[in-house]
T-cell receptor, first 113, second 114 residues
């Protein structure tokens, strides 16, 4: 069982380019999340999804969009990357939104130049 | 305004001794609390949780204490081991709320010295 996979592992991106970070879970969890981790700021929620077909905004949603076409996949898109989006991005899932253990992927390290 | 605060960015402890990591919260609606552990270049992993109806939960060497009146929780690791060296995040949620999302603290880096 893989749990949660994220791709790519790392990426260097020119400012202004479009980028999609991929996330797939095989646990049939209802809820999925995207966080960014920045030094000294901990984990901040970008977007979440309660179930397939529904999404919601977290603490820092600006500049990001998500979709949840099915249970397993939850891609995060940066329409036009900016240097302030340089961060480590973690995808997570849980059976219920905000309750119980969240399982995290290994992360994607994104650098925007 | 930070709703979940971990005021100690780092903590250093000798192997075999107790590690105590602290977390304060401001939202009295939070009813579920978790601790996550994170090693470098890996995703956070769940460690232990506690519901607001309890004041203590224990799992092996790890115990979480909740003081609702003080809006404070702590994680005790006894005895501490070098493999416990990691960043520990406290998180809280209001399951009955409109979003029910986890709010994380900024983390405390624990170093356990042999």
């Amino acid at each position: 069982i893989a749990g949660i996979t994220q791709a790519p592992t790392s990426q260097i991106l020119a400012a202004g380019r479009r980028m999609t970070l991929r996330c797939t879970q095989d646990m049939r969890h209802n809820a999925m999340y995207w966080y960014r981790q920045d030094l000294g700021l901990g984990l901040r929620l970008i977007h979440y999804s309660n179930t397939a077909g529904t999404t919601g905004k977290g603490e820092v949603p600006d500049g990001y969009s998500v979709s949840r076409a099915n249970t397993d996949d939850f891609p995060l898109t940066l329409a036009s990357a900016v240097p302030s989006q340089t961060s480590v991005y973690f995808c997570a899932s849980s059976d219920l939104l905000g309750y119980g253990e969240q399982f995290f992927g290994p992360g994607t390290r994104l650098t925007v130049l | 305004d930070q709703q979940v605060k971990q005021n100690s960015p780092s903590l250093s402890v000798q192997e075999g001794r107790i590690s105590i990591l602290n977390c304060d919260y401001t939202n009295s609606m939070f009813d579920y609390f978790l601790w996550y552990k994170k090693y470098p270049a890996e995703g956070p992993t769940f460690l232990i949780s506690i519901s607001s109806i309890k004041d203590k939960n224990e799992d092996g060497r790890f115990t979480v204490f909740l003081n609702k009146s003080a809006k404070h929780l702590s994680l005790h690791i006894v005895p501490s081991q070098p493999g416990d060296s990691a960043v520990y995040f406290c998180a809280a949620s209001n399951y009955g709320g409109s979003q029910g999302n986890l709010i994380f603290g900024k983390g405390t880096k624990l170093s356990v010295k042999p």
